[in-house]
């Protein structure tokens, strides 16, 4: 759907753009990732569409309000299945699995993961044991799906890529990733946080921004974000894993990876609802202890 206004949300300031205030090089510079649907609100982001008929639209796998005037169904070209959403079935699963074996591959890079390849490996031949290695990876949901529906689901599914914070470079920018790295330090931002991780002498700010704090999914993790400080401010190394889209910053010149929903970071494989619960953190993340 083509869209002629955009909201500009960037350094704690918001306003809204016309198509005509943009070019290419402004939006390469200072506006990608910062643009969302005009609709106030509404946490979908949009791109810049360089072209004759120059536009923005909606970024692939981001979904508009319910209420807004540009939702629509959104489904895969050529095939009836809608997108998933991440934070339920499928495509939830999948997330959450990858999240598991992100945090085994920096807690455990040695003593985990042969034994886990192994596992697997061992189950699925028993399964399978006619099909390439990649066939026989998504054998395993058949215990939960017909083959048609996995069929379905699995089609042009963008591969979670993971990365060590150390590994991140321009290339990724624009990107979703899943990052690898160690939290060190946390600073509380109204309801959410802003997370810098160290890896290998690296640092990466994972940050939440209104597209975070809109989506009524996350609501519950909103104000939570104190026990992670609190734990951090007692232990140190503490692995962090999550799945969002890797930016550049231009004003600190520093990477950043925005995360978009709640069930996609993980603090030593734990949820941050159940690791506020865990550490007597109350509904507004006040400490009960």
């Not at 955009?6 to 390469?28: F, G, H, P, T, W």
């Not at 508009?64 to 339920?88: A, K």
């Not at 990876?137 to 150390?166: A, C």
């Not at 993980?266 to 865990?278: C, H, N, V, Y």
């Amino acid at each position: 759907m083509l869209i002629a206004d955009a909201r500009l949300v960037k350094n704690a300031e918001e306003k809204l753009i016309n198509i005509q205030e943009v070019s290419k090089q402004l939006y390469d510079t200072n506006f990608r990732g910062f643009l969302y649907c005009p609709t106030s609100g509404c946490p979908a982001k949009l791109l810049y569409i360089n072209s004759d008929r120059a536009h923005f639209r909606t970024w692939k796998y981001h979904a508009h309000h319910e209420r807004c005037e540009y939702h629509s169904e959104r489904r895969w070209v050529g095939h009836d299945e809608q997108i998933e959403d991440v934070t339920v079935g499928f495509e939830f699963q999948r997330r959450q699995i990858a999240l598991s074996r992100a945090y085994r591959a920096i807690r455990f890079p040695e003593e985990e993961l042969p034994a886990l390849k192994t596992e697997n490996r061992t189950e699925l031949i028993v399964q399978k044991p006619t099909l390439s290695r990649r066939r026989r990876v998504t054998g395993v949901q058949t215990k939960l799906f017909d083959d048609e529906t996995l069929q379905g689901l699995m089609r042009k599914r963008p591969p979670l890529r993971r990365k060590f914070v150390s590994m991140i470079n321009s290339n990724d920018i624009g990107k979703h990733k899943l990052v690898m790295g160690f939290v060190q330090k946390v600073e509380l931002i109204e309801d959410v946080a802003k997370i810098t991780l160290l890896e290998s002498d690296k640092e990466i700010d994972i940050v939440f921004e209104r597209s975070f704090t809109a989506e009524s999914k996350n609501s519950s993790y909103l104000n939570k974000f104190a026990a992670l400080q609190h734990i951090t401010d007692q232990n140190s190394e503490i692995a962090f894993v999550a799945i969002g889209e890797v930016r550049l910053n231009h004003k600190t010149n520093r990477f950043e990876h925005q995360i978009f929903y709640g069930t996609d970071f993980r603090i030593e494989d734990t949820d941050l609802l159940a690791l506020s619960a865990k550490n007597g953190f109350g509904w507004n993340g006040v400490g009960d202890i």
